[in-house]
């Protein structure tokens, strides 16, 4: 989920409102208020948020947010496919094509915690798959995130080297 220096957040927060819209009415579900801000909020940068941060934002507009509320519209969020949980940095992203059907990964940079998502997961999900079959054992849910540095961070890094960081 990376972004240009011309890049306007309000769009990508307009386009994932109206996917949400679009996938609740075809689910049968609920997009109420409060999910809805959610889902804006997790939309509102390009970077994964903390729980604790979409809490903290939402409580400067509702005062008496709690945890459980948040938790639970992210929960639902993710049922959805509108968001998907970064395990590794225990936080989420909003999902960049959520009307499709496919189980994500994802690149995570450990040094500056960016995201990017793999689109075309298909052969690592069919290797999963197989090796998953071959053992007798029944997939459920899956989701590739793979560590590294992403190019920036890999070209900063050998300055801060020279520097003995």
């Not at 804006?40 to 005062?63: F, G, M, N, Q």
Request: proline share 4%; with cysteine.
């Amino acid at each position: 989920m990376t972004q240009t220096a011309a890049h306007n957040h309000d769009i990508c927060i307009s386009e994932a409102v109206s996917a949400a819209e679009r996938i609740c009415e075809e689910n049968g579900t609920r997009l109420t208020d409060l999910r809805r801000r959610v889902l804006e909020l997790v939309w509102s940068r390009h970077k994964p948020i903390t729980a604790y941060e979409v809490l903290d934002l939402l409580r400067e507009e509702r005062s008496k947010a709690a945890p459980p509320t948040v938790y639970r519209a992210l929960d639902f969020l993710i049922a959805q496919r509108l968001i998907h949980r970064i395990e590794s940095l225990n936080a989420f992203i909003g999902c960049g094509s959520p009307e499709q059907d496919h189980r994500g990964g994802f690149l995570v940079c450990s040094a500056c915690h960016a995201v990017e998502e793999i689109r075309d997961c298909a052969p690592l999900q069919q290797a999963i798959g197989d090796a998953a079959a071959a053992r007798a054992f029944a997939v459920t849910a899956s989701m590739v995130e793979v560590l590294g540095l992403c190019r920036r961070c890999q070209g900063e890094r050998p300055a801060a080297a020279a520097q003995g960081n």
